[in-house]
């Protein structure tokens, strides 16, 4: 079984995120023959394209000047085979890099969400979850981009800048000086310009993920909107957010306008100035036409090739923005640690029943993101093995709070939670999680079909188990009914059932789980009387010499419980028997006669 690396505190740490493509090498590692290829192909094409000015010499030199159509049919002979080579250079390169954008991409992507399972709820609750989604999508789709064109467009151009330097020199010193003056003047702009399209690309990006947040939050909650009759409102209030990632956009733009329209304006006065020197060489008769032609070649090459790296410098700025956000994913770390600890499964089952098997020694908790709260405090208290557990106690008093801290979704700040007689902490966390079946108080669906959300709980388990499992929860009949039956899907979070439905389908993923361990938090609120019958009737066995935790406000559940715990304002005040607590505890009392009330309503409607 694959254990969850150990991980330690601090949700994101900027400081410590390296920014630049560079922290993504190890990502590029596994691809190096494909890189060296690309690279081999990168110099063919490169080298080819430079041997094409001094293909356009021989033909106007030997070719044109000298009216021999021997040395005109040779001339173009080797042009013609300069244009084959780079053809297929240039496919290769082509296919070659942009394989290599589209593989690394697609592993950072699993590389990210895998490291995203693998963090504690409170890093979702400080980084929404539709940013981080648009960090996935957009973010990556940016690095693709950029590292299957524009990484390649800059390596290409840095070929063709020096080789044509090199060959400027060689033919014509003179000028080419003349030419590398100019190069600083294009230089210190592209780096201006870079830097700030850098900055610029990163809040634009950030603004991109706003737009997505809000998208995907009026979506997914359109019913409320339109009870709320919201539309306009949020529609007006979208049209500021896009028009927001508009504005910082257009500044982008400006800026790397701004460093096109520099760049063309000095390379190309640097080249008429070249040229008004060359003619009159050429004049002079100091060079030949075929000279000059070819130096020009080589200039437009450099010139070509500083306006194409500035160009791509402003995506690579974007990409390195892109990267850092990524990054930040990919080196959050959880505030919950897995321990070392394999499970002591055989201990568990010698525990034998009425003996301790959960212990909450001293607990305070806080929520991360309400520091200043203790939604936990002083809280002592044990279960024994086989026992059911009421949790009782007005909304708010920490009951689901109690649920989330022995499937470790977070620590307490103080004291600790002990199974089988060891603090959790030192457990694996998938080991330990796998010995609690959770109903949950809002049951999640996946849009996918029956068979799929039910086996959830239980991945080997074959279509007859769910369907066992399915008759048990009473869920069967409903679903049988269903257009395509255990083969419907269920749509997004589930839509297509009811709440009662969800809830039934919630408790048979907890009976296919078959966890030592049942954590019912309001399992059957939902459920109408008949079908509250029925399920409590599926939950008796499935209890039976089961450790049982159930959050109840259902009298039924209470009756059946071995003690109740009654909490407020996340304390224990008192525990004992339904009937004990009707005389020691005045909350109890009060929530009891509640319920009895309601219940006697219910009877008499
Ligand atoms: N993720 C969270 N972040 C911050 N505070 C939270 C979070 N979840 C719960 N709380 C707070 O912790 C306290 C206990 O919440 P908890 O959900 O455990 O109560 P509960 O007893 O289960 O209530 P209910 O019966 O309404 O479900 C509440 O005051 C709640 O506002």
């Known amino acids: 079984m694959s254990k969850p690396e150990n991980v330690e505190n601090a949700i994101v ?77 240039s496919f290769c390169r082509f296919y070659l890099v942009s394989w290599i954008g589209e593989r690394v991409v697609a592993d950072i992507r699993q590389a990210v969400f895998a490291h995203l399972l693998t963090l504690s709820p409170s890093f979702f609750e400080d980084n929404s979850p539709s940013e981080i989604q648009s960090r996935i999508t957009s973010d990556t789709t940016l690095l693709q981009s950029v590292i299957g064109s524009s990484l390649s467009i800059a390596l290409r151009s840095s070929l063709m800048l020096i080789g044509g330097i090199l060959f400027l ?45 809000y998208l995907s939050q009026a979506l997914r909650h359109i019913k409320v909107v339109q009870a709320f009759t919201h539309e306009k409102h949020d529609a007006q209030r979208f049209s500021a957010t896009v028009d927001r990632a508009f504005n910082v956009s257009v500044k982008r733009i400006q800026q790397r306008s701004w460093l096109t329209l520099m760049v063309i304006l000095l390379s190309m006065s640097g080249i008429g100035v070249m040229l008004w020197f060359g003619g009159k ?28 790296i500035s160009e791509v410098m402003g995506e690579l700025q974007r990409a390195a923005g892109a990267a850092e956000r990524i990054m930040e994913l990919l080196s959050a770390k959880s505030v919950v640690v897995s321990g070392s600890t394999e499970f002591p499964s055989q201990r568990m089952a010698e525990i034998r029943q009425g003996e301790e098997v959960i212990k909450f020694d001293n607990v305070e908790f806080r929520y991360p993101t309400r520091p200043d709260y203790a939604a936990l405090k002083n809280l002592s208290f044990s279960i024994k093995q086989g026992e059911m557990l009421a949790l009782v106690g007005p909304s708010g008093a920490g009951k689901s709070t109690l649920f989330e801290l022995l499937l470790r979704f977070y620590d307490p700040q103080q004291g600790g939670v002990y199974l089988a007689g060891e603090n959790i902490k030192e457990y694996f966390l998938d080991d330990l999680r796998q010995h609690f079946a959770l109903v949950p108080q809002e049951t999640v669906l996946f849009d996918q079909t029956v068979y799929d959300n039910l086996g959830y709980a239980n991945r080997n388990a074959s279509k007859e188990s769910i369907q066992y499992a399915a008759s048990q929860a009473n869920a069967h009949e409903f679903i049988a009914r269903l257009d395509k039956g255990y083969e419907t899907r269920l749509g997004e979070d589930g839509v297509r059932l009811s709440g009662g439905q969800r809830q039934r389908v919630a408790i048979a993923r907890a009976i296919l789980k078959d966890a030592p361990i049942l954590l019912l938090d309001e399992a059957t609120s939902a459920l109408d009387a008949e079908s509250e019958n029925k399920v409590q009737a599926a939950l008796e066995p499935l209890m039976k010499g089961r450790t049982t935790l159930v959050i109840a406000h259902r009298l039924a559940t209470v009756l059946n419980a071995d003690r109740i715990v009654v909490m407020d304002q996340g304390e224990i005040i008192a525990q004992g028997t339904h009937v004990e607590l009707l005389e020691t505890c005045a909350l109890y009392k009060r929530l009891a006669d509640l319920q009895f009330n309601q219940h006697d309503d219910a009877q008499s409607d």
């Open 169 to 213: 020199l060689v033919m014509h010193f003179k000028l080419t000086l003349i030419l590398l003056t100019c190069v600083p003047f294009v230089i210190v702009p592209v780096v201006y310009f870079g830097r700030r399209v850098r900055r610029l690309s990163r809040d634009s990006q950030d603004e991109v993920a706003n737009v997505g947040r």
């Open 281 to 308: 060489d050429v004049i002079s008769g100091a060079i030949s036409a075929g000279d000059l032609a070819s130096f020009l070649f080589y200039s437009i090459i450099v010139a070509g090739a500083v306006g194409a």
């Open 13 to 89: 740490d900027r400081e410590r995120v390296d920014s630049g493509i560079k922290t993504f090498l190890p990502f590029l590692r596994p691809y190096r023959r494909h890189i060296v290829l690309a690279l081999i192909a990168l110099v063919v094409t490169a080298g080819t394209m430079l041997s094409l000015g001094k293909g356009v010499q021989m033909l106007i030199d030997q070719g044109l000047a000298s009216g021999s159509e021997a040395g005109l049919t040779h001339a173009l002979m080797i042009f013609i085979a300069l244009v084959f080579l780079l053809g297929i250079g």
